[in-house]
Nanobody, 122 residues
Framework: QVTLVESGGGLVQAGGSLRLSCAAS????????KGWFRQAPGKEREFVSA????????YYADSVKGRFTISRDNARNTVYLQMNNLKLTDAAVYYCNADLKTAGSDRYSIYWGQGTQVTVSS
């Protein structure tokens, strides 16, 4: 079983910065990608950013390009989301996800963290 645990959320003023972390635990054999989604009240969960684990290619939603940066630390099995110049519209619960194979499995599956709240004040 794989567990993803997010941290780093909180309250920040508009224009400020936060860095989210997502630490993975459990036995995995291969990771395809890890990324971040978010869900604001009354809205559907939406894609924010992802990183391909084999070639480091990164992907961003248009709404966060130039402000957010995704990165990883292989040794810590952790993915980060650096969020700069936060806007009121960035406020949401941010969820980490991973597309990976657990040890002994022959297929990739999607795993989700429990979410971390990001609140942006004016």
């Amino acid at each position: 079983q794989v567990t993803l645990v997010e941290s780093g959320g909180g309250l920040v003023q508009a224009g400020g910065s936060l860095r989210l972390s997502c630490a993975a635990s459990g036995r995995t054999s291969s990771t395809y990608s890890k990324g971040w989604f978010r869900q604001a009240p009354g809205k559907e969960r939406e894609f924010v950013s992802a990183i391909n684990w084999s070639n480091d290619n990164t992907y961003y939603a248009d709404s966060v390009k130039g402000r957010f940066t995704i990165s990883r630390d292989n040794a810590r099995n952790t993915v980060y989301l650096q969020m700069n110049n936060l806007k009121l519209t960035d406020a949401a619960v941010y969820y980490c996800n991973a597309d990976l194979k657990t040890a002994g499995s022959d297929r990739y599956s999607i795993y989700w963290g429990q979410g971390t709240q990001v609140t942006v004040s004016s």
